[in-house]
T-cell receptor
Framework: NAGVTQTPKFQVLKTGQSMTLQCAQD?????MSWYRQDPGMGLRLIHY???????DQGEVPNGYNVSRSTTEDFPLRLLSAAPSQTSVYFC??????????????FGEGSRLTVL | GNSVTQMEGPVTLSEEAFLTINCTYT??????LFWYVQYPGEGLQLLLK?????DKGSNKGFEATYRKETTSFHLEKGSVQVSDSAVYFC??????????FGSGTRLSIRP
């Protein structure tokens, strides 16, 4: 049972480069989300999706794009990386149809460093 | 929107000590309340939850009671172990497709 799978686990980028963090879940969850975790800041919501074809912004969406073409996948794109995007990124999903009133299931995280 | 205030860390205790991590929240209505735990190098995982007022969630010796009157969900454990060393997050659920997390409390247990 894979749960929520994130790739890559580690990535180093130069300022201005682009990349995509991948997230896939095999639990048929409708809700998926991306958080970033910074020291002393807890987890902050970047973008979320309540189903295929539907996405919305969270607390800190600037500099990030998302799409949800299938139920299983929710990639996070950095179009032009900046040092301020150095962080640990977590993807999470939930079995609730209309939002995470239930438990969130997290991936293991992707550590991104932007030089 | 929802918000949560969580006890500042780090918290360092000796093994077998009593643990309390305070959490208070503001929310519309009466959301489910969650405690998540993050062990070193891992993602968050659900520790326990409570879905309505006066409910007590429990798991792995940890407990927390949903207190509507004080809007609190404090985490307690009677006797901590070294293996409990982790970061703990309080989180009120919400109907607006967002779970808001507290800043996390880092717990270190000395043998």
């Amino acid at each position: 049972n894979a749960g929520v799978t994130q790739t890559p686990k580690f990535q180093v980028l130069k300022t201005g480069q682009s990349m995509t963090l991948q997230c896939a879940q095999d639990m048929n969850h409708e809700y998926m989300s991306w958080y970033r975790q910074d020291p002393g800041m807890g987890l902050r919501l970047i973008h979320y999706s309540v189903g295929a074809g539907i996405t919305d912004q969270g607390e800190v969406p600037n500099g990030y794009n998302v799409s949800r073409s299938t139920t299983e996948d929710f990639p996070l794109r950095l179009l032009s990386a900046a040092p301020s995007q150095t962080s640990v990124y977590f993807c999470a999903s939930s079995y609730r149809n209309r939002g995470p009133t239930g438990e969130l299931f997290f991936g293991e995280g992707s550590r991104l460093t932007v030089l | 929107g929802n918000s949560v205030t969580q006890m500042e860390g780090p918290v360092t205790l000796s093994e077998e000590a009593f643990l309390t991590i305070n959490c208070t929240y503001t929310a519309t209505g009466y959301p489910s309340l969650f405690w998540y735990v993050q062990y070193p190098g891992e993602g968050l995982q659900l520790l326990l939850k409570a879905t309505k007022a006066d409910d007590k969630g429990s798991n792995k010796g940890f407990e927390a009671t949903y207190r509507k009157e004080t809007t609190s969900f404090h985490l307690e454990k009677g006797s901590v172990q070294v293996s409990d060393s982790a970061v703990y997050f309080c989180a009120p659920g919400g109907s607006a497709s967002k779970i808001i997390f507290g800043s996390g409390t880092r717990l270190s247990i000395r043998p």
